[in-house]
């Protein structure tokens, strides 16, 4: 019984926060290899992309809650999230025409792209500070557990109840749609094949007869699309707080670069790595030890090895050590 008290309480604090924590990275992640990979920079704006998208979501949820709309048992951000999405896209393609067209057109290097998306950055931070102000902000209605701790405890007898938040499930569930969406539309649609084809050669591309205009804004449309819903999924998970967005953005950048910048698969599992390691390092083994072992064998400290409050350092290390010992990350995609 111990063993099974011991599995579920690494259950409950490790691998069901990994598993949610790690799809909404990949799909952050998932976004910035997407507009990497096609318009060939480091978009660092992306964070308060996700922070932006959010903040629209959560106006349009309060704006349905004060009208009574609902969706029951499911939160409504659901309902307002297409919103989301829509502004979040348009603001999105606005930048792209106001900023970083006129870098493309004067073919200037990736490093003024870079530098472009940083002052975007600061814009969209503002931009959501000012609106919705910097304090946490709770959107979260509907059913909050699946499983409950207690439930689960009294049905199976054991010290430890296994608690599944109905926002876990929802992340893990819409990351999963999302991916074979995207890897379908990517594989099977004709836009999708020119955008691999301007990916793999833009010169090439443009030869072949495709639409260099199209292809930039659909790729700013699904990056969006993929920033926002990660922004409202890691809102519901956790709060919704504009800074933390920003921060956000070195577990995304190291998840991309763990997996091999360009390569989709790589940002999914890069995404999983990351959140994990994160996880793994931050999480307290004391009681989970102290289930596996003798009683005098129990350790007296938490058995730690860092505060949750430097589990941003995780990314920060994991990024150096990718950069130095395989710059292509795992599936060898492009070296920054």
Do not use: C
């Not at 900023?99 to 814009?123: C, E, N, Q, T, W």
């Not at 979260?140 to 608690?163: K, P, Q, S």
């Not at 020119?194 to 790729?219: C, H, Q, W, Y």
């Not at 350790?299 to 130095?324: E, H, N, R």
């Amino acid at each position: 019984m111990e063993v099974l008290d011991a599995l579920v309480l690494f259950a409950n604090f490790v691998l069901i926060p990994g598993l949610a924590y790690g799809s909404q990275l990949a799909l952050g992640a998932l976004g910035i290899t997407l507009l990497y990979s096609i318009l060939r920079f480091a978009n660092f704006a992306h964070g308060d992309t996700m922070a932006f998208g959010t903040m629209v979501t959560i106006l349009f949820t309060w704006w349905f809650q004060s009208l009574g709309l609902s969706l029951g048992f499911l939160p409504t951000a659901l309902l307002a999230l297409p919103f989301g999405v829509a502004f979040t896209a348009a603001f999105a393609l606005l930048t792209d025409k106001l900023v970083y067209s006129h870098y493309r057109l004067v073919k200037a290097p990736p490093i003024r792209m870079v530098m472009a998306s940083v002052g975007v950055m600061f814009v969209m931070n503002g931009i959501v500070r000012f609106i919705i102000g910097p304090d946490d902000q709770n959107f979260f209605d509907g059913e909050r557990f699946i499983v409950r701790a207690r439930d689960f405890r009294d049905a199976l007898g054991l010290e430890e109840g296994l608690a599944i938040k109905s926002s876990q499930l929802l992340t893990v569930v819409v990351a999963v749609i999302l991916v074979a969406a995207l890897f379908w539309f990517l594989n099977k649609t004709r836009t999708g094949k020119s955008m691999r084809a301007f990916s793999d050669n833009e010169d090439l591309a443009l030869l072949s007869g495709i639409d260099p205009k199209k292809v930039v804004a659909v790729t700013w449309i699904i990056a969006a699309a993929l920033a926002t819903i990660a922004g409202v999924l890691y809102g519901l998970d956790k709060s919704f707080k504009p800074f933390t967005y920003f921060q956000l953005l070195l577990p995304m950048f190291a998840a991309a670069i763990v997996g091999g910048v360009g390569q989709p698969v790589g940002a999914i599992l890069g995404g999983f790595v990351v959140a994990f390691s994160e996880v793994l390092v931050t999480y307290a083994y004391k009681k989970f030890l102290t289930y596996l072992v003798p009683e005098s064998w129990a350790p007296d400290g938490l058995m730690q090895l860092l505060s949750t409050d430097y589990k941003f350092a995780v990314s920060f290390i994991i990024l150096v050590l990718v950069l130095l010992v395989r710059p292509t990350g795992l599936l060898k995609g492009k070296v920054i």
